[in-house]
């Protein structure tokens, strides 16, 4: 493997197990940047044709800011779950996999669209006056296929499959099961594989819908038609990743720090800049090259992030952070319980974006983080009991 996408560690005997620490910090960090995503984007300028709860105060600044930042978090959540989804299925039976994805994922994600989605999709309404009832509003509007919105529980939907998926081709082909007996570091072609393979379907995707379409009418999963193949790209490449033994101190593949961070860099300022001067993708060409830059921004900044906490967070950290990473889906599920009526109660007040940004970012990042570890004792009280 050429050194400058690679560290060089030298081949040792290979533990039986370890923690991989920066995978945990990494999905806490996430997380944490989904709020200020879902934040923001009640404050840019966009944020008034469609977001839930678009302020009175607006600045162009986040759209650019959401428009960066999403293009590379849910890669980065998807492969987490790819890695993790088969050493899980490695180490349990099919049984045992799917009860704790039925408890942890599938039952969460219904009760999330049937019980939670209504309530973020009326505050569109809500927050702009007049506004039906709210029970006139759930039974009556929110199914109909040009109103329904799975809100941010459309990850749970969407993964819920991809492990379906996995446990076919597992069942189909048990040797995916089993991972390399010494780590296997990734040959260029399989970045260049990724890189070109997300921008062929990112294109395809556009030229028979709007890069930015979402696909809700079907109900049992809610996608975007220009990403659905990406996240799947990045949930296998998380599959491969667990067989190849990647990130193992003994002779693990570890993303080399500079170069990525350079290749971040170089491709987050040449995607703005293409989104700034072609803010409309009317053409064949125009599509592509966006395509093109999208996926090569998502790679660099994907390899970025997993060498940057490799580096620097791959060990221990303070109970707090530790406690806001083991809970971190649990605030993913109840964040938007916490974001949007904060938005909604500073929306009057006439002042600078930038400081309701701030204030409603940090009460999010606090509240979400107390409720879940709330609602995390209350459910290990209620397992106890039932025990």
């Known amino acids: ?110 009760g999330g669209v049937l019980l939670l989605a209504p309530l973020f999709r009326y505050m569109t309404f809500f927050s702009r006056p007049p506004a039906p009832p ?41 040797s995916l099961l089993q991972p390399h007996s010494e780590p296997v570091r990734p040959s260029l072609f399989l970045f260049f594989s990724l890189c070109v393979f997300c921008a062929i379907t990112i294109f395809g995707a556009m ?67 293409y989104r700034v001067s072609i803010p409309v993708f009317s053409t064949p060409a125009t599509k592509a090259i966006y395509a093109l830059l999208h996926s090569f921004f998502c790679l660099s900044m994907f390899f970025f992030l997993m060498s940057a906490f490799q580096r620097f967070f791959n060990r221990p950290a303070s109970p707090v952070i530790t406690q806001w990473c083991n809970n971190s889906y649990q605030i993913y599920f109840i964040h938007q319980l916490i974001v949007l009526p904060l938005a909604y109660l500073v929306q009057p007040f006439l002042i600078a974006s930038l400081i309701k940004f701030i204030a409603v970012a940090g009460c999010s990042v606090l509240l979400s983080y107390l409720l879940a570890l709330l609602l995390n004792s209350f459910l290990k009280l209620l397992t106890s009991k039932q025990t």
């Open 134 to 174: 709210f029970f006139q509003f759930w039974p009556n509007m929110f199914f109909q296929p040009q109103i329904f919105d799975q809100s941010h529980f459309w990850f749970l939907g969407l993964l819920a499959w991809f492990y379906l998926f996995l446990t076919i081709l597992c069942y189909c082909r048990p």
């Open 207 to 273: 030229m028979v819908t709007s890069r930015d379409a979402w696909i809700n009418n079907l109900y049992i999963v809610a996608f975007q038609p220009s990403r659905l193949l990406e996240y799947a790209a990045y949930f296998a490449c998380g599959c491969f990743a667990w067989r190849c033994r990647w990130f193992y101190s003994a002779g693990g593949y570890i993303p080399h720090f500079q170069f990525w961070l350079s290749a971040a860099v170089v491709t987050l300022m040449a995607f703005l800049a």
């Open 1 to 110: 493997m050429s050194d400058s996408l690679s560290e060089s560690v030298p081949l040792k005997a290979i533990p039986k197990s370890e923690r991989f620490y920066f995978l945990d910090h990494l999905r806490g960090a996430v997380i944490f940047w989904v709020i200020l995503h879902h934040v923001a984007i009640g404050y840019g300028i966009l944020a008034s044709k469609w977001w839930y709860v678009a302020d009175t105060q607006r600045n162009s600044i986040f759209d650019w800011f959401v428009c960066a930042n999403d293009i590379f978090m849910m890669p980065v959540m998807f492969f987490v779950a790819g890695y993790f989804g088969l050493l899980s299925l490695n180490r349990h039976s099919v049984s045992h996999f799917w009860k704790s994805k039925l408890l942890r994922i599938v039952l969460p994600w219904i």
